[in-house]
């Protein structure tokens, strides 16, 4: 049965780095990054051109079409409403796919400065932390982390992996015992 992982989390704990070392250790798994997904579409920049909603969409059909064709695919993606995380949930089911949530997790003090500490090291990076800035920068930050609290609680499944800064290969074998069948 194909799997859609979800791994959620405050922006800098680790979802993206995780999801391709996923990828590249179970072949044949779509790394369903969005984020790099935003490059593709002309006027990404503008935060007027509400890319990320476009995308949300677009992201849902990718990820129907990978598990319609009995793949897992691994969503690494900030989402802090219930509603956004059932429609892939719902995707998954229709697919007859099976829906893991993972929650990478740091206290909100520690998730802040992750973020802060993290090396922009593409143009979605350089980008990200000039629309965390414009925002409101470590307070809007904390809302994240607060809406991530509330998603948690309201989804009690969910498996809540810590998360410590450089623990790669720990935090991955961590998601890895807590998905095994």
């Known amino acids: ?18 999801a391709a070392l996923w990828a590249d250790r179970h072949p044949g798994t779509l790394n369903l990054d969005i984020d790099t997904l935003h490059r593709l579409v002309g006027g990404w920049r503008d935060e007027d051109n509400r890319t990320h909603d476009v995308l949300r969409p677009v ?3 990718m990820a129907a079409t990978h598990l319609a064709g009995g793949r897992d ?5 900030f989402l802090g409403k219930r509603d956004a995380i059932e429609a892939f949930e719902q995707t998954a089911t229709m697919n007859g796919a099976r829906f893991a949530e993972v929650v990478l997790y740091a206290d909100r003090a520690e998730s802040i400065d992750r973020f802060h500490r993290r090396p922009d090291a593409s143009e979605w990076d350089v980008h990200n932390r000039a629309l965390v800035a414009r925002h409101g920068g470590a307070e809007f930050l904390a809302a994240m982390h607060d809406d991530l609290q509330d998603v948690l609680a309201a989804r009690p499944d969910a498996i809540v992996i810590p998360s410590r800064a450089g623990a790669v290969e720990d935090t991955y074998a961590a998601i890895e015992s807590a998905l095994a069948p």
């Open 59 to 61: 992201a849902l059909a």
């Open 73 to 77: 695919v691994v969503l690494p993606q």
């Open 1 to 18: 049965m194909a799997t859609l992982i979800h791994l959620n989390g405050p922006p800098g704990i680790g979802k993206s780095t995780l």
